[in-house]
């Protein structure tokens, strides 16, 4: 189960939750920001989110299918955890288009927004990995042959503490420096359109570059493990999906400078005639 934030009663908020919180806060304050109404932006993200998190357990389940073949009962078990997150944006960026065409909501201008949102959910899965015990670093020999701030006694899924490299603490940073990213792009006014899709990509290359530190057990392809290769194909459709949209832009841009060109060469008429001079 993941670490609680708050609890009360029969309420009880986790880390991820939090984040995913926060990360809808975000995304109300830039449609404020942009003129345009909060609340159809909301139903966009909650669209995204519970998708989300469909996906992201399905993912899981399938990947997981020895075991939970064997224990159906467990699969909508949420509180146990286990989600794949690779499996949160095949369903949630999906969902949250076709909620965005329903709801009439400006698709690239939300995704910009969604771009300062992502980073959010990073961070805090990472923080929440730490304390549940996934997603954890190779052991090491002892804390002292290593830097203070790269180790810690930490444990694994099974629950036993051992010094390991921090690496929730490693992509606790790398989602923070996304969302450092995001929000400059964003004060810049850089990549109108395209932030999502770059932050996306930056996060598969971050995720498979701290995949080669995991030593939680995963399953492998071509002994490289398989959240390695979903990182792999998200950098490569990301990439792809914004270079697509840039290479749209800049058709659109081309094509609306020759139609100016056109309407003023029709304005300005024709020139004198100067063979009648004289």
């Known amino acids: 189960m993941y670490p609680v934030v708050f609890e009360t009663g029969p309420i009880l908020i986790s880390v991820l939750t939090a984040a995913i919180l926060l990360a809808l806060g975000v995304i109300a304050w830039q449609a404020q920001r942009g003129g345009a109404g909060a609340l159809r932006w909301l139903d966009v993200g909650l669209a995204a989110v519970l998708a989300g998190v469909i996906g992201a357990r399905l993912l899981y389940v399938a990947l997981e299918w020895d075991h939970f073949a064997q224990h159906t009962g467990e699969i909508a078990r949420l509180r146990s955890g286990g989600m794949a997150w690779h499996g949160a944006l095949m369903t949630g960026l999906p969902a949250a288009f076709i909620t965005a065409r329903l709801r009439g909501v400006n698709w690239r201008a939300w995704t910009d927004a969604a771009a300062l949102a992502w980073p959010l959910g990073v961070a805090g899965a990472w923080l929440a990995c730490r304390g549940a015990g996934c997603a ?36 606790t940073i790398f989602g923070l420096a996304l969302l450092a990213l995001a929000l400059l792009m ?54 792809l999906a914004g270079g697509a949209l840039w290479l749209h832009d800049r058709r659109a841009a081309g094509a609306r400078e020759l139609r100016k060109d056109e309407r003023h060469e029709r304005d300005a008429g024709p020139g004198p005639d100067r063979s009648q001079a004289g």
Not at 147 to 161: A, C, F, I, K, M
Not at 189 to 213: D, H, K, N, S, V
Not at 215 to 236: F, G, K, S
């Open 136 to 171: 954890y670093g190779y052991e090491v020999r002892s804390l002292a042959d290593w830097p203070d701030w790269l180790v810690e006694e930490l444990p694994d899924v099974y629950d036993l503490p051992a010094p390991r490299l921090d690496l929730q603490a490693g992509g």
């Open 186 to 239: 964003t004060w810049r006014g850089a990549l109108p359109g395209l932030r999502l899709w770059a932050i996306l990509a930056l996060t598969g290359l971050g995720m498979a570059l701290l995949g080669f530190f995991r030593a939680d057990p995963a399953h492998t392809v071509y002994n490289r493990r398989i959240d390695q290769i979903l990182d792999l194909a998200l950098l490569l459709a990301s990439t």
